[in-house]
């Protein structure tokens, strides 16, 4: 529930902040009732939060049976992040539509937690870069954002990406995802002094050589 409702309001929050913004400064009456809209989206995630918080402790037997997304999901993922005001680049490597179903959906909810938390931190008119790529029994997952846009006053404390609280809850997630298939994960601020890194490189035997042709950039 988290990982299909929770993306969702972030992006439907993050539209709405950003179009609050544009109407405060056209001085129209609408911005008002946009940054309530916000809130209101802002008070519904942390209620998801409450309630998922209960049913956790409920979920061992819980079986999954509708259909999972794989990395021919990931497409229409990018466009709804596109949508809520971030610029992202995605390229792939090998022939990820090989690799187990399993694997495919630790990739994807890696990548929709990720850029998630760009949503949130960085925001509309940042830029993400999305590399996926299997070579040689390993899968790389790379996550890059820019940050918060010069001149953007921050969203949140800069230490909300580091794990702690509600905001580090998909950073968690990731690591936990990751474990599975005996991953390596980096997360911190990118070297060049601005945005941050989720770097992933799973354990994926199975997983095919690389091609030329998989490059894919929108």
Known sequence: ?????????SVMVSVADGAATLAANRGERSAEALRI????????????????GVLREERDDV????????????????TRVRAAGVAVTYR???DLGSLGSGVQL???????????????HAGPGSTAEVTVAAEAGKVRIGVADTGTPPGTPVRTRPEGRTGSGDAGHGLVGIRQRA??????????????????????????????????????LP
């Open 1 to 9: 529930m988290h990982d299909i409702v929770g993306p969702n309001l």
């Open 37 to 52: 809209l916000g809130d209101t989206g802002r008070q519904a995630m942390s209620e998801l939060r409450r309630v998922l």
């Open 63 to 78: 079986r999954m049976h509708s259909p999972q997304p794989g990395i021919g999901d990931l497409d229409p993922l990018l």
């Open 92 to 94: 792939t490597v090998g």
């Open 106 to 120: 630790t990739v994807y909810r890696i990548v929709q937690e990720a850029l998630t938390n760009t949503l949130k």
């Open 179 to 216: 474990a599975m298939y005996g991953g390596a994960v980096n997360i911190g601020p990118r070297g060049t002094g601005h945005g941050w890194l989720v770097d992933v490189v799973l354990d994926v035997p199975s997983a095919p050589a690389p091609s030329a042709s998989g490059d894919h």
